[in-house]
């Protein structure tokens, strides 16, 4: 399923532990690993065109020495190695690089938080999300999350030994659980199956009314529940109410899940929403992995629940 992986990196800190992760891929079919890079061409200062071009022999030539450190990684645990280095507008030139590749994943994401905290509102992975149609993973370091590494354990171990699947039943939400039925190869243990209902939006209606609802939504639970296991799964099921973002958030831990897999869509039914607000904002603060994957229409209805 994930034949050829992009993994976009600006060698940070923690960009080599990131990369020895994703060599367990192997194991899930995995062939090839392409490291791509992207000078940023507007971080050029267009003083003179020597400079320009000497600042970018620089940069290639470490960067250059960072790719044929990863390569060696990468070639070490049996899996081929792919280096792309391209300069210009680092999301654009990253999504050209997947379509080049015809790759089955992007790995992106930001290992530590900037002064205002996670900001991935613009970030490149934001924009790799938004513009994009590969499925994205987002890793998170332990070192950097505080997630407790079991003694003796690696913090990538068993992936998707415990996945969160948050539904709002909408047709993205459907998507990505098709999409999860695929990972079944790869040791998915569990399924969490969650639904939140919006406490604003129910705060609204009379008691008989949300009594209704909530009948509503316990019965399409099950029906995912019994959909996942009739296809070999073990599932749970949580109806919650409160806060989608903060409590898809909080169940993710309380489960101790080893990654989140949630429906995202490119364009919000909202002027600038570039994609699902939950499904960033879960994203964004969660400590826990996430696989986002595209495709279908992402609005839940009336209630805006999750």
């Given at each position: ?5 992009l ?57 250059n ?36 590749e ?72 459907r ?17 969490v ?23 509503i ?9 019994q959909?996942?296991?009739?296809d ?22 309380q ?47 009336d209630?805006?629940?999750?």
């Open positions: 399923m994930f034949k050829k992986i993994y976009c990196t600006a060698f940070e800190e923690f960009y080599l532990d990131v990369l020895t992760c994703l060599l367990e891929f192997k194991e899930y079919g995995t062939e090839e690993i392409i490291v791509a890079h992207v000078i940023s061409s507007p971080l050029f200062p267009k003083v003179h065109e020597g400079y320009f071009q000497k600042v970018e022999e620089m940069l290639r030539n470490l960067f020495a960072k790719m044929a450190e990863a390569a060696k990684v990468i070639e070490g645990a049996g899996i081929r190695a792919g280096k792309r280095m391209e300069l210009g507008i680092t999301y654009q030139e990253l999504l050209r690089i997947a379509h080049e015809d790759v089955s994943l992007i790995v992106s994401g930001r290992e530590r938080k900037g002064v205002l905290g996670e900001a991935l509102i613009g970030s490149v992975t934001d924009q790799i999300v938004h513009h994009g149609t590969v499925p994205v993973y987002i890793p998170k370091h332990p070192l950097v999350t505080g997630i407790a590494v079991p003694k003796g354990g690696r913090p990538c171990e068993k992936r998707f030994r415990r996945v969160l699947y948050p539904t709002d039943w909408s047709d993205c939400a998507n990505a659980l098709n999409y999860l039925k695929g990972l079944k190869a790869m040791g998915v243990g569990e399924v199956v969650a639904h939140v209902m919006n406490e604003k939006a129910m705060k609204l209606q009379p008691e008989e009314r949300f009594e209704e609802f909530k009948r939504d316990l019965e399409k639970l099950e029906e995912v529940k959909e996942l296991l009739s070999g799964f073990d599932a749970t099921t949580h109806l919650l109410i409160g806060d989608p973002r903060g409590e898809l958030i909080k169940l993710a831990s489960e101790d899940v080893s990654v989140v897999v949630m429906g995202t869509h490119g364009k919000g039914r909202l002027e600038g929403l570039l994609w699902g607000c939950v499904s960033r904002y879960v994203t964004e603060f969660s400590d826990r992995p996430v696989l986002l994957v595209k495709g279908g229409e992402c609005a839940p209805g209630r805006k629940s999750f």
